[in-house]
């Protein structure tokens, strides 16, 4: 959520900020300014009132006392009352609109960012060389069901399309890789979080996620006594409310976590007609890596997640890109978003296998997630995610890259450990 006192001083800023967006948010602004008056006028004129009546009603006693008629005095603590009571109505009617209207609001884009969409995503920088073959190298969908490794007609079988099953040495090369994960993020003094696949609604709107994307996840039907809960989307619906309505000491930041989880995405299918295999799926496997930070160290705490998944995909050996996304092509709920794109050579392009995003305040604020400065103030938190990483692009390209001739596949060294192997045949 953005600031409502922002959103007051600098309307116009704000307005031009969310058109890099393409969010054209100029009646919402004004529309929740007039409200933010309305609000403000009527605390004040209740609030007036209040002191009237408490004034009003210590006069009862002496006026008892001395004998005068209290006829006029409880007549206009009755008016007063009436009036108050209509305020109360009148108020809760305003600030039910412009809660609305501000949760409607995405995250303000940092300001160096380009406007527009993928069109004005920026390649920062590359790592290592695309693989070459001397041989018709085979897609990761052939390579996999030849090596045994996902049953993808099973799948479909099970559940529908969109969905694959992870089978023998398959199902042990996706356990390496999230063994691998894990291992690195512990290593580096992250908190690690098994947390619930199945979330109250609360977390989606603390997230950004809800209400205006709440279309977009699995709801369970539950009965009408019970809590409705979604599947998570990924683990940050969770972790950034691990400290929802909370207020922390400054001392405790920054807080790093991260979570293994399965994710559950109705966004799923071909979009594009080489997309197929795992590259999308209603369910797939991802570590996510969350902090909470103090404001001024919200950048560094940007560039840490950011070099933590670029290590990892370092790590496997792979060519990848990291690309700052412009200012549309990032999430609602985001002001800031690096991508980190590894090639996978059937698609003859890059596919993104993390996300790196800051919040800044947004969620914090929609969350009610604050810190109590050493000296006694109190501020809102900064919150960043990012993937560390997601499976599903991971397994394909590890394949696709390092297939031999003859349909086997190379296994990283840094797998090797955790799947006891160095190659798949």
């Known amino acids: ?107 303000l884009p940092d300001r160096d960012l380009l406007a527009g969409g993928k069109e004005n995503n920026q390649p920062l920088r590359y790592f290592g060389e695309p693989r070459t073959f001397d041989f018709e190298p085979k897609n990761h969908v052939d390579l996999c069901t030849n090596l045994g490794l996902i049953d993808y007609k099973r799948g479909a079988k099970l559940s529908g399309n969109g969905y694959w099953i992870y089978s023998g040495m398959g199902a042990r090369l996706e356990w390496a890789i999230l063994n691998y994960f894990i291992d690195f993020h512990i290593s580096n003094g992250y908190t690690f979080m098994l947390v619930p696949h199945m979330l109250g609604y609360e977390c989606g709107l603390t997230a950004g996620q809800f209400p205006k994307f709440k279309d977009e996840v699995y709801w369970l039907e539950t009965a009408e006594d019970e809590r409705r809960r979604f599947m998570l989307p990924t683990a940050e619906t969770a972790l950034v409310s691990l400290h929802r309505d909370e207020i922390l000491n400054e001392s405790e ?106 919040a800044r305040d947004y969620q914090a604020r929609r969350g009610m997630i604050r810190v109590r400065r050493a000296d006694g103030s109190i501020d809102y938190v900064h919150t960043l995610n990012g993937s560390g990483l997601a499976t599903s692009r991971i397994l394909p390209a590890l394949v696709e890259q390092n297939q031999n001739a003859d349909g086997s596949v190379n296994i990283p060294d840094c797998l090797v450990k955790y799947l006891g192997t160095n190659i798949i045949k």
């Open 1 to 107: 959520m953005i600031d409502i006192k922002y959103i007051r001083e600098n309307p116009e800023e704000v307005i031009e900020r969310l058109k890099k967006k393409g969010k054209d948010a100029a009646e919402e602004i004004s529309r929740i300014n007039t409200l933010d008056g309305e609000r403000r006028d009527l605390i004040k004129s209740t609030e007036g009132l209040k002191a009237e009546k408490n004034k009003v009603s210590k006069l009862i006693p002496a006026y008892k006392k001395e004998g005068k008629d209290t006829a006029e005095i409880f007549s206009r603590m009755k008016e007063i009352g009436a009036i108050i009571d209509e305020n109360d109505k009148k108020l809760k009617e305003v600030e039910e609109e412009l809660n609305n209207l501000m949760l409607s609001l995405p995250n």
């Open 253 to 358: 930041l920054p807080k790093k976590y991260f979570s293994y989880t399965p994710c559950f995405r109705r966004e799923a299918g071909s979009y594009r007609a080489d997309e197929r295999g795992m590259v999308r799926g209603h369910q797939f496997n991802k570590v996510e890596m969350v902090q909470y930070t103090l404001p001024e160290k919200s950048d560094e705490a940007f560039e840490e997640l950011v070099a933590n998944a670029e290590n990892l995909v370092k790590g496997l050996g792979f060519h990848f890109r990291t690309v700052k996304l412009a200012a549309e092509d990032c999430s609602a709920s985001m002001a800031r978003t690096y991508d980190i794109e590894i090639s996978i050579p059937s698609m003859d392009g890059y596919k993104e296998v993390s996300s790196v995003s800051n």
